[in-house]
């Protein structure tokens, strides 16, 4: 019997079986795709705080800044001396899957999880690889799965409760501005999320988030704002924006996206994953050494890794919620109040992608009439 069975070779997955691994625990991790890191399904887009984690020098990008357009034409420009990476995921994951292989995880690609189960004894994991049906047992299993995770779906019977809908593509266009990002919010180009350009040189990652339907028709819209016919390559997937209420169960912890704990107003879960995955490795560790695989021994998993993001994330997804219901009038009045350079300079100094609370508090604690554009609905806000 294995020591752990880590369902998934994302960052969340890797970074997990390679602290494991390196603290002399047996740990196997199945990848269901034939090539760690495809397909792509996201923006790629980070701080410095990913690489205290994470030895990668996958990176294609580094931005200062961003260009934020309104439904009704108004634009601010943001500035910051802190560097926002934007890294090549392929090669990425690729590093953090190297990492779990040097320290000595069983990383097995081509190996699709089918279903899994936790008993007093272990937990069982069936999964197919090489067109066979194999099984192996361990005595913890981990959900590193992602969005549509096994894992939770057979040990906890949940999914997160917000989801969006993104579509991207990488488009043969080279942004004038390398040095930032452009987010486009609006009905005509995103529902309750936002658009985005972020640039890589000659090849842009054009995308958007819905928490609607119809990803695609959108895109149609925020495509006409490029170039015609330069798509390279199209990505997208759901994203979860809330994490599930119990992140551990009976022989079993959830990471990542597996448990929704990705950042509820931008959709970027790589160092949310990998913190909840460092956390997730003290947990695992004091089990096994403990020898204690109980509900309640692995309750601490969700302490820790609150301890650090809970705070964050809860607020993050209240700000969410209520900017999902904002209609363009409203947009365009909260655009008539930031855009002045006080504000700018404002949002320059307090704004943290990985910590995005505190730039909204400070925001309304400022300027309080910003709440009133809050529950100013305008009729396509519906």
């Given at each position: ?55 990668s ?15 009704g ?46 008993s ?18 361990a005595?913890?299993?981990?959900g ?123 959709g ?37 890794w609150?301890g ?75």
């Amino acid at each position: 019997m294995h020591d752990v069975i880590v369902c998934g070779s994302g960052p969340a997955g890797s970074y997990l079986s390679h602290v494991l691994a390196s603290e002399g625990y047996d740990v196997v991790n199945l990848e269901e795709h034939g090539e760690i890191g495809r397909p792509v399904e996201c923006t790629g887009v980070v701080t410095s705080r990913v690489f205290s984690y994470v030895k990668s020098s996958s990176i294609a990008n580094r931005v200062r800044g961003a260009h934020v357009y309104f439904p009704g034409g108004g634009e601010i420009s943001i500035g910051k001396s802190e560097e926002t990476i934007v890294i090549y995921r392929d090669s990425f994951d690729r590093d953090v899957a190297a990492m779990a292989v040097a320290s000595g995880a069983d990383v097995r690609l081509s190996s699709r999880v089918l279903s899994v189960a936790a008993s007093e004894d272990g937990a069982t994991v069936r999964f197919r690889s090489g067109g066979n049906i194999r099984e192996e047992r361990a005595r913890i299993v981990v959900g590193a799965d992602g969005a549509n995770s096994i894992v939770r779906k057979d040990l906890y019977g949940i999914r997160p409760s917000r989801m969006v809908s993104t579509y991207q593509v990488d488009a043969a266009v080279r942004l004038d501005d390398q040095d930032s990002v452009s987010v486009y919010l609006g009905s005509g180009t995103s529902h309750g999320f936002f658009a985005w350009a972020v640039p890589t040189g000659d090849i842009t990652r054009i995308g958007l988030g819905t928490t609607g339907k119809g990803a695609r028709n959108l895109f149609a819209n925020l495509e006409k704002r490029f170039p015609p016919n330069r798509i390279l390559g199209i990505t997208g997937g759901p994203i979860p924006i809330a994490y599930v209420p119990r992140t551990y169960g009976n022989r079993s912890i959830l990471v990542g996206d597996a448990a929704g704990i990705v950042k509820p107003l931008t959709g970027g879960g790589i160092y949310t994953g990998v913190v909840s995955a460092h956390h997730a490795a003290r947990a695992i560790s004091e089990a096994l050494d403990q020898e204690d695989y109980s509900e309640s021994f692995l309750a601490r998993y969700q302490k820790y890794w609150k301890g650090q993001l809970g705070r964050e994330l809860w607020m993050d997804g209240i700000i969410q919620r209520v900017f999902a219901g904002l209609g363009d009038r409203a947009l365009d009045g909260i655009y008539r109040m930031i855009s002045s350079p006080k504000a700018v300079s404002l949002i320059n100094s307090v704004g943290d992608i990985d910590y995005p609370s505190k730039l909204v508090i400070t925001l309304i604690l400022r300027h309080p009439w910003i709440l009133a554009n809050f529950f100013r609905r305008s009729p396509n806000s519906e």
